[in-house]
């Protein structure tokens, strides 16, 4: 919020500060290490990830994804620790994604970390994945005071912080953006390979035509289910054309790029627009955008159109910090580590949902 600046409770520390984050709250398994340093910097020493892939027109199920993480844990742990060049020894936590996300690939990792907690004998931080992404995306950025866009595969919320809590001001009242995309993605059949969303905007780049769909904004909430089945009704429609290209340009047909580029241009308008209304209840002129979704450079740009009108700026990372990785989960529990946080051995539990303003920012001021 706008008025007198007030002192970080957040000290420089006395000496170099190191941290291991692990996260695997969906389909990607991360790990980081971070170091906060004496005179206040923050350095990534590695930052690794192995996403679990399925087949075009599949999803990935939680027990799955699950075996994924378990088969690949120990792997990408010794790769992340070997980039940094350091030991386990050497760590003053490790901290894991506490939730929100899916059950089972939570537990995976959860159990991950209290294995490595009790063999190195290293205090434990349970993370807010939410959390996690916003610290990444400020610290990546230098965004001071920005309003958070924060659009993935299981969230869509528009955020401020106010007296060390992140406050929810507008939300999905039904699925995720990145729900929504990922699902059309398998309803026309795209690759998942590196993710469906990245392949959704390519070919939304190829589209043409602009088809009429449910525009949602229900007060500084959306919903984006309707939109949803309007989009998959049109590839029952008898214009469309599911492969190839048209013969001739004139035909009234409607292609699968066609639909992308329709999908994409109504949701992202719809998040321009409440994300606009909180910068002008909070008074900002900063946007930042964190969480998978963020990638999408269309996005980007459709945000950075708004932001210039209000004489304000657009922050967003590239797909090292926006993906769900292991380095945001070290670099916000570090954070609440240097402020006196830990999460005891009996309380290391994981939770499908955890609520992005259930978190006491301490670290704020």
């Known amino acids: 919020m706008p008025g007198r600046r007030r002192e970080s409770p957040l000290k420089n520390p006395s000496r170099a500060y190191i941290a291991l984050g692990l996260e695997g709250s969906a389909n990607k398994l991360g790990a980081g290490v971070i170091t906060h340093a004496v005179d206040g910097s923050t350095e990534v020493l590695s930052n690794v990830r192995h996403t679990y892939i399925t087949p075009p027109g599949e999803g990935f199920l939680p027990r799955d994804t699950a075996q994924h993480h378990r088969e690949w844990a120990l792997t990408v742990i010794k790769d992340a620790v070997a980039k940094a060049n350091i030991t386990m020894h050497d760590l003053d936590c490790i901290c894991?994604?506490?939730?929100?996300?899916?059950?089972?690939?939570?537990?995976?990792?959860?159990?991950?970390?209290?294995?490595?907690?009790?063999?190195?004998?290293?205090?434990?931080?349970?993370?807010?994945?939410?959390?996690?992404?916003?610290?990444?995306?400020?610290?990546?950025?230098?965004?001071?005071?920005p309003v958070v866009l924060y659009v993935s595969g299981g969230n869509t919320q528009v955020i401020a912080y106010s007296r060390q809590c992140y406050r929810i001001f507008g939300e999905t009242l039904d699925i995720a953006v990145g729900n929504c995309l990922d699902r059309f993605a398998r309803v026309i059949n795209l690759s998942n390979d590196p993710s469906p969303g990245y392949n959704i905007e390519q070919e939304a780049k190829k589209g043409k035509r602009l088809v009429p769909l449910p525009y949602t904004t229900k007060g500084m909430d959306v919903s984006l289910s309707g939109i949803l089945t309007s989009i998959e009704a049109y590839t029952s429609d008898r214009r469309y054309w599911a492969h190839g290209e048209p013969c001739e340009e004139s035909e009234d047909i409607i292609t699968p790029a066609d639909l992308c580029f329709s999908l994409q241009e109504?949701?992202?308008?719809?998040?321009?627009?409440?994300?606009?209304?909180?910068?002008?209840?909070?008074?900002?002129?900063?946007?930042?955008?964190?969480?998978?979704?963020?990638?999408?450079?269309?996005?980007?740009?459709?945000?950075?159109?708004?932001?210039?009108?209000?004489?304000?700026?657009?922050?967003?990372?590239?797909?090292?910090?926006?993906?769900?990785?292991?380095?945001?989960?070290?670099q916000a529990g570090l954070l609440s580590y240097r402020m006196g946080f830990q999460t005891a051995l009996g309380k290391s539990t994981c939770t499908q949902r955890f609520r992005t303003d259930e978190v006491h920012v301490a670290w704020r001021s």
């Open 266 to 330: 109504t949701v992202f308008s719809m998040l321009v627009e409440i994300t606009e209304r909180a910068m002008a209840h909070i008074g900002s002129r900063e946007v930042l955008i964190v969480g998978g979704v963020g990638c999408n450079e269309r996005l980007q740009e459709m945000m950075g159109i708004m932001a210039q009108e209000r004489s304000g700026l657009v922050f967003a990372t590239d797909e090292r910090f926006c993906i769900d990785n292991g380095i945001m989960i070290a």
């Open 96 to 145: 894991y994604t506490k939730g929100p996300g899916m059950g089972a690939p939570l537990q995976s990792v959860a159990l991950v970390a209290r294995t490595l907690s009790l063999l190195y004998e290293k205090p434990l931080v349970g993370v807010n994945h939410c959390v996690g992404h916003i610290e990444m995306g400020r610290q990546v950025t230098g965004a001071q005071n």
